[in-house]
Nanobody
Framework: QVQLVESGGGLVQAGGSLRLSCAVS????????MGWSRQAPGKQDELVAT???????NYADSVKGRFTISRDNAKNTVYLQMNSLKPEDTAVYSC?????????WGQGTQVTVSS
């Protein structure tokens, strides 16, 4: 079992920045990759960024160049730095842990970008 707790969401003006954090606990050794997904009302869930256990990162085209995923192994925390935010980035952002047996999601944190 893996437990994920997100924090850092909120309201920000377009062009602003936010940093999301995901505290990870439980069977951390089983995690092969971590990621962030988002879901806006009426839209499909979108995987926006991933980072593997080896440190490789990948981003959705919609956030490439603006978002950065990183991790602090000592703190068992994964971050999503979001810069140059746009109103279309408004969504509930969830942390994801990918393991060979199961995938785990956090409860999500709301990010709202005003124009």
């Amino acid at each position: 079992q893996v437990q994920l707790v997100e924090s850092g969401g909120g309201l920000v003006q377009a062009g602003g920045s936010l940093r999301l954090s995901c505290a990870v606990s439980g069977s951390i050794f089983s995690i092969k990759a971590m990621g962030w997904s988002r879901q806006a009302p009426g839209k499909q869930d979108e995987l926006v960024a991933t980072i593997t256990s080896g440190g490789s990162t990948n981003y959705a085209d919609s956030v490439k160049g603006r978002f950065t995923i990183s991790r602090d192994n000592a703190k068992n925390t994964v971050y999503l730095q979001m810069n140059s935010l746009k109103p279309e980035d408004t969504a509930v952002y969830s942390c994801i842990a990918l393991t060979p047996g199961s995938n785990y999601w956090g409860q999500g944190t709301q990010v709202t970008v005003s124009s």
